[in-house]
């Protein structure tokens, strides 16, 4: 079956570490996201990716970065800039235009200790 | 303003009940309305969606939009205990406009 996968589905991260964040889908989707959702305040996009070795800073970029080497990959890393990390991270995917909307993956729940 | 406004509730109903749930938004550009229910500790899944002005119905569910009042609604009849997640609204531009702006969701419980 297509799909996103995100793993791990729990992360720890201690403070001052760098941590990557795993998102597959084999869709053919072209277009990838990733949202950080924490209570009260909805999904926000941190980066997005339109094409293979294209990507854009979404709403709050600061302190993570990305890689869109193939199109069927797009890992977030979450560095020691963030400085308030601990969240639930969902990727997404789109393969239209603005009928199709996004197939999200089932998240990583990750945890600063 | 923002972008979506949508209020986050939460909101508790008995089975059975029908639920109204609403979001605003400020983008005129916006041409499709999508519906995603989110389980807790679970992502999103597309609900349904609509594109423009008018009502499309699922099953026990419902979308309407208003573009004259940007305006978004989502009705859900004979609401089950199963329904019991969070709800976001999730207006996009036509055409090769991809990214979706979500509202923060309202979160219904449907008590048995």
């Known amino acids: 079956d297509g799909g996103i996968t995100q793993s791990p589905k729990y992360l720890f991260r201690k403070e001052g570490q760098n941590v990557t964040l795993s998102c597959e889908q084999n869709?053919?989707?072209?277009?990838m996201y990733w949202y950080r959702q924490d209570p009260g305040q909805g999904l926000r996009l941190i980066y997005y990716?339109?094409?293979?070795?294209?990507?854009q800073k979404g709403d709050i970029a600061e302190g993570y970065s990305v890689s869109r080497e193939k199109k069927e990959s797009f890992p977030l890393t979450v560095t020691s800039a963030q400085k308030n990390p601990t969240a639930f991270y969902l990727c997404a995917s789109t393969g239209g235009g603005g009928s199709y909307g996004y197939t999200f993956g089932s998240g990583t729940r990750l945890t600063v200790v | 303003q923002k972008e979506v406004e949508q209020d986050p509730g939460p909101l508790s109903v008995p089975e059975g009940a029908i639920v109204s749930l609403n979001c605003t938004y400020s983008?005129?550009?916006?041409?499709?309305f999508m519906w995603y229910r989110q389980y807790s500790r679970k992502g999103p899944e597309l609900l349904m969606y609509t594109y423009s002005s008018g009502n499309k119905e699922d099953g026990r569910f419902t979308a309407q939009v208003d573009k004259s009042s940007k305006y978004i609604s989502l009705f859900i009849r004979d609401s089950q205990p199963s329904d019991s997640a969070t709800y976001l609204c999730a207006p996009v531009g036509g055409g090769s406009n991809y990214k979706l702006t979500f509202g923060k969701g309202t979160l219904l419980t449907v008590n048995p």
């Open positions: 983008n005129s550009a916006f041409q499709y």
């Open positions: 869709l053919n989707h072209d277009a």
């Open positions: 990716s339109q094409i293979v070795n294209d990507f």
